[in-house]
């Protein structure tokens, strides 16, 4: 019963600004972002390993710019046209001509491009010679692994939206221990509120170190 009634209150996540955990790890693309519409060219890319919150800040972005999302597999460029427009994983992949067309849209009145990926453009293959010069020329902005500000926030989020309130010292003990990315803590989290043992009692420190330990039969619960 109290998992079906913790469950059934849990709040979905959102992609907005406002559930943005910001910090020095992205502090300086956070600032690179809000600087639209003045980025050099009408472009910026957002570079950053898995799991460190580009997604969550582009989509931020779009929705607010009311930008076009565009399928990486098959970006439509008329779309773009005139209007702000977001491409997400390019280093995964993307055609070479809609990606330049792209690029020489985005300085045009009303245009803005929004690109993402985990390493810069100076490493994306591009078989088009005027395609690798305006990848040079892009601004770029990174995003590092999220420092201990960062990942405590975001458990604290994630936390909320499955309506956990943690022992306070659990915090602590999870930052020096657990995968330091968005998506770690996200797992963390869903780890301690799904385990048998979370539906009954709190999530404490020792109920943290069983999850993460993995060895609940041997451990000394009262050290």
């Known amino acids: 019963m109290a ?6 209150l849990r709040r979905p996540a959102a992609h907005t600004r406002d559930a943005f955990i910001e910090g020095v790890s992205n502090a300086d693309a956070v600032t690179a972002l809000d600087a639209w519409p003045r980025w050099p060219g009408g472009a910026l890319v957002l570079v950053g390993p898995e799991g460190v919150g580009k997604t969550h800040l582009a989509r931020a972005w779009a929705a607010g710019a009311k930008a076009v999302v565009l399928d990486r597999e098959a970006p439509e460029v008329a779309a773009a046209t005139g209007r702000p ?3 997400e994983d390019v280093d995964r992949g993307v055609s070479d001509e809609a990606l330049f067309h792209l690029i020489n849209l985005a300085p045009r009145d009303g245009a803005s491009l929004l690109l ?11 078989q088009l010679p005027d395609l690798r010069s305006r990848l040079n020329a892009l601004m770029v902005a990174e995003i590092a692994a ?7 926030g975001v458990l ?8 956990i309130r943690p022992h306070d010292d659990v915090y602590p003990y999870l930052l020096r221990r657990m995968e330091r990315s968005i998506p770690g803590a996200s797992e963390i989290v869903r780890r301690l509120d799904e385990t048998e043992d ?6 404490s420190r020792v109920l943290a170190r069983e999850i993460l330990e993995g060895d609940i039969e041997n ?3 009262f050290e």
Do not use: H
């Open 3 to 8: 998992r079906q009634l913790r469950l059934s």
């Open 85 to 87: 427009a977001l491409l």
């Open 116 to 126: 993402t990926a985990r390493t810069p453009p100076a490493a994306w293959p591009a």
């Open 146 to 152: 999220p420092d201990d500000d960062v990942l405590r």
């Open 156 to 163: 604290r989020k994630f936390f909320r939206e499955r309506n």
């Open 198 to 203: 979370g539906v009954m009692r709190p999530i």
């Open 219 to 221: 451990l000394d619960l």
